[in-house]
């Protein structure tokens, strides 16, 4: 069975697409087969993924929320990260009025995604940054939710509104929604802000705080530019490490 799994948080800049991007490529090497689905109309996961936002003949998830296409026939290979790609642009900034007279909107990408799951071993959803028709759809079409955070005051004050809104989503459409662990990223253990908020973390929730943190390096940020992960642009680096670290540690949490 394919585990589907939302990476989200409603603050933004904490690391989201980057993860996301970075833990499909890891996953993927680790022999899995791999979906990025990009659902944040910034498109950043897609051209991440080495895949033109801007030039998708095929149609992108849009089209697939809209029922105008289904999923296989918009799926693309991101052939030299390693995995496939649900591409996304700023088409999706119009998906709050377009879905607003869909029969089931809420439920349009957990159809959609139950057409291909059988093809893949896992799914990451790269949510946008803000609680809206979009991300209720990824919550709802997931078994489980990643928590990309940086270890600041105020990310805190957002972790706490978006363990709300799983809540929320749990009492409404997907009762068996999980939450499979908070990733901290950014992380600088020279930080005494970083240490005590990582800390509190570990305290509050034990084993769901994945062990391994992602560092701050620059050529995780530099990536992104030359349309590649940071465990295919710069191998040996720090942060390709530790996302092969993590996508190894995800891997054994979800048995594949």
């Known amino acids: 069975m394919s585990h589907i799994i939302a990476l989200t948080n409603q603050k933004g800049g904490v690391g989201k697409t980057t993860t996301a991007v970075n833990l499909a490529a ?3 090497g680790l022999k899995h087969r791999i979906l990025l689905v990009d659902l944040d109309p910034q498109g950043h996961a897609t051209m991440g993924s080495g895949i033109d936002k801007h030039d998708l003949s095929a149609g992108s998830v849009l089209d697939v929320l809209l029922g105008e296409r289904q999923a296989k026939d918009v799926i693309v290979s991101a052939e030299e990260a390693g995995y496939d790609v649900l591409p996304g642009n700023g088409d999706l900034t119009a ?3 377009d879905l607003l007279d869909q029969q089931g909107r809420e439920r349009r990408l957990d159809g959609a995604l139950g057409e291909v799951a059988d093809e893949y071993d896992v ?3 790269d949510c946008p940054p803000s609680l ?3 991300t209720v759809n990824a919550l709802t079409a997931s078994h489980g939710v990643l928590i990309p955070l940086q270890c600041e005051f105020y990310a805190l004050e957002g972790l706490s509104a978006l363990l709300d809104t799983v809540e929320q989503i749990r009492d409404s459409v997907n009762p068996t929604l999980e939450i499979y662990g908070i990733i901290r ?9 970083t240490r005590d908020v ?3 973390l570990s305290d509050y929730f034990g084993e769901a705080l994945f062990k391994t943190a992602i560092p701050r ?6 990536a992104p530019s030359h349309g590649l992960p940071v465990t295919k642009y710069a191998k ?8 092969r670290v993590l996508a190894k540690e995800l891997s054994r949490r979800l048995s594949l």
């Open 123 to 125: 799914i990451l959803i």
């Open 236 to 243: 040996l680096s720090r942060g390709s490490h530790a996302y």
């Open 198 to 200: 990582s800390k509190q």
């Open 132 to 134: 809206n028709m979009l």
């Open 95 to 97: 998906a709050e009025v």
């Open 217 to 222: 390096n620059v050529r995780v940020a530099e």
């Open 185 to 193: 990223t950014m992380f600088d253990n020279r930080n005494s802000l």
């Open 26 to 28: 890891g996953l993927a």
